[in-house]
């Protein structure tokens, strides 16, 4: 079974600086998608980002950028020039063809003046 | 220009009750999802539907029913309800099944059960 691992539970982050948020995930497939949500205090899930296993060109949003390294199964996103708005839950999910996003437990991002 | 709307955003009733949450798309994609967050924020699937037939059913009790009338609409009802039920329902839609297509979530609904 498919697994999302998130060791950091809470991150904090001065305004206009960079910060990284680590994800792992476990998997026998070599086809599959990874995702980063957002989830502010208003409680909606953000898309942030997405990823295609089977490309090798790390992927970007503006602000916001991955690191994957297939090999190693990990997936951890990059912002950078850190804003008040992103303080929030982020979330590393993991899609196979299942269509199931199977989540992490969240890392807590606070973003501080 | 709401794209996934759940009806209502907050849930509140007693043990034992019997409860519906609504959930529309215009985004026109034929696959919605049900997802449960619970207190620890972990979010889980319990169903999907493709085309208002069901193509995943995870371990859910079968207090639980989804219902798709049409492949814009997934509603989710739930028969006596317990406490452990309280929790955050997201829906969620994608545009094809089986084709790991992005999913866009609704506000969510907060079920708090007394």
């Known amino acids: 079974a498919q697994t999302v691992t998130q060791s950091q539970p809470e991150m904090s982050v001065q305004e206009a600086e960079t910060v990284t948020l680590s994800c792992t995930y476990d998997?026998?497939?070599?086809?599959?998608?990874l995702f980063w949500y957002k989830q502010p205090p208003s409680r909606q899930m953000i898309l942030v980002i997405r990823?295609?296993?089977?490309?090798?060109q790390n992927a970007t949003e503006n602000r916001f950028s991955v690191n994957f390294q297939k090999a190693a199964k990990s997936f951890s996103l990059k912002i950078s020039d850190s804003q008040l708005g992103d303080t929030a839950m982020y979330f590393c999910?993991?899609?196979?063809?299942?269509?199931?996003?199977?989540f992490g437990t969240g890392t807590r991002l606070q973003v501080f003046p | 220009d709401t794209a996934v709307s759940q009806t209502p955003k907050y849930l509140v009733t007693q043990m034992g009750n019997d409860k519906s949450i609504k959930c529309e798309q215009n985004?026109?994609?034929?696959?919605m999802y049900w997802y449960k967050q619970d207190s620890k924020k972990f979010l889980k699937i319990m169903f999907s539907?493709?085309?208002?037939?069901?193509?995943i059913n995870e371990t859910v009790p079968n207090r639980f029913s989804p219902k798709s009338p049409d492949k814009a609409h997934l509603n989710l009802h739930i028969n006596s309800l317990e406490l452990g039920d309280s929790a955050v329902y997201f829906c969620?839609?994608?545009?094809?099944?089986?084709?790991?297509?992005?999913?866009?979530f609704g506000p969510g609904t907060r079920l708090t059960v007394l």
């Open positions: 539907y493709n085309n208002k037939e069901l193509i």
């Open positions: 969620a839609s994608s545009r094809l099944a089986g084709h790991t297509d992005t999913q866009y």
């Open positions: 998997t026998s497939e070599s086809n599959y998608y």
């Open positions: 985004l026109g994609h034929d696959t």
């Open positions: 990823q295609e296993a089977y490309k090798q």
């Open positions: 999910a993991f899609m196979n063809s299942t269509d199931k996003l199977i």
